[in-house]
């Protein structure tokens, strides 16, 4: 069965640093997604992605975050400074279409900044 | 703004107990529902809808959800709990932009 993988499974940064968070998104869909999730608390959305270019983003989304589609496969989450509160767990999410589909979810990057 | 209140932080359960989970949501039109599980090293595992419809659903491993709008509730149910069944559950809604606001998460706990 066809899976969104995410690399890679922990990540440990100093504070400050640049990381960039992988995904291989299934293969025919088109929507592409990151959320969030401060341990202990809710999944966040942070953005959404379509046809190259960012379709939504929350307020979480920031001039810090910024997303890539580089090649045909690969979906990219790079946060450009890192800051102790970026620590948690990354998901990355992708669906055939927007309206109504199923998400279907990677296994997430934790995330941990020092 | 929609939201999702999960009032129970962690439910302990024997095997081959039945089980509810609550879910209650805010958002001012017909919302679509999601019950998502997540085992541990693992993503979030989409078990059931509801979009329109029959207000019962049926999901994946023998849950069901009922969407009750009076109660603004969305309750996750199985008849009888496997030990496998131990995991985090998240109750979604989302409305007009599709995208899924989760509540806190209910962790699951499965005693023998």
């Known amino acids: 069965e066809p899976e969104v993988t995410q690399t890679p499974s922990h990540q440990v940064t100093q504070m400050g640093q640049e990381v960039i968070l992988r995904c291989v998104p299934i293969s025919n869909h088109l929507y592409f997604y990151w959320y969030r999730q401060i341990l202990g608390q809710k999944v966040e959305f942070l953005v959404s992605f379509y046809n190259n270019e960012i379709s939504e983003k929350s307020e979480i989304f920031d001039d810090q975050f910024s997303v890539e589609r580089p090649d045909g496969s690969n979906f990219t989450l790079k946060i450009r400074s890192t800051k102790l509160e970026d620590s948690a767990m990354y998901f990355c999410a992708s669906s055939e279409g927007s309206r109504a589909n199923e998400q279907f979810f990677g296994p997430g990057t934790r995330l941990t900044v020092l | 703004a929609q939201s999702v209140t999960q009032p129970d932080i962690h439910i302990t359960v024997s095997e081959g107990a039945s089980l509810e989970l609550r879910c209650n949501y805010s958002?001012?039109?017909?919302?679509?529902l999601f019950w998502y599980v997540q085992s541990p090293g693992q993503g979030l595992q989409l078990l059931l809808k509801y979009f329109s419809g029959d207000t019962l659903v049926q999901g994946i491993k023998g849950f069901e959800a009922e969407f009750k709008r009076s109660q603004s509730s969305f309750n996750l149910r199985k008849p009888s709990v496997h030990w496998s069944d131990a995991a985090e559950y998240f109750c979604a809604v989302s409305g007009g932009s599709y995208i899924p606001t989760f509540g806190r998460g209910t962790s699951l706990i499965v005693h023998p």
């Open positions: 958002y001012g039109a017909t919302p679509y």
